[in-house]
């Protein structure tokens, strides 16, 4: 059964930079969409960033675009999001996902959720 494992968040003073890490294990990432949603307190969930398994082409939202990074690493089946000029309103738990088409199904997986706050 796949699983989803983030790590790197934590305290952050606000212009400073993090990195995000999401294992994979029981499935590739190779052949998935991959990316990266956040949730803050009282506010909806918010998709931040993505890439494609076809062409590994990305997206942004617009709040951090020119900020975050999306890549990955299909030898440690590992997908990263840099981060850099946090801002306060970067706080958030950030989860990875990621969607699967295997014969015609499509399988999500959802990692727990990683803190990230930006505070001085």
């Known amino acids: 059964q796949g699983r989803l494992v983030e790590s790197g968040g934590g305290l952050v003073q606000p212009g400073g930079s993090l990195r995000l890490s999401c294992a994979a294990s029981g499935f590739t990432l190779d052949y998935s969409d991959i990316g990266w949603f956040r949730q803050a307190p009282g506010k909806e969930r918010q998709r931040v960033s993505c890439i494609s398994s076809r062409d590994d082409s990305t997206k942004y939202a617009d709040s951090v675009k020119g900020r975050f990074t999306i890549s990955r690493d299909n030898a440690k089946n590992t997908v990263y999001l840099q981060m850099n000029s946090l801002k306060p309103e970067d706080t958030a738990v950030y989860y990875c996902?990621?969607?699967?088409?295997?014969?015609?199904?499509?399988?999500?997986?959802w990692g727990q959720g990683t803190q990230v706050t930006v505070s001085s």
């Open positions: 996902y990621a969607d699967r088409w295997v014969a015609g199904n499509l399988y999500n997986y």
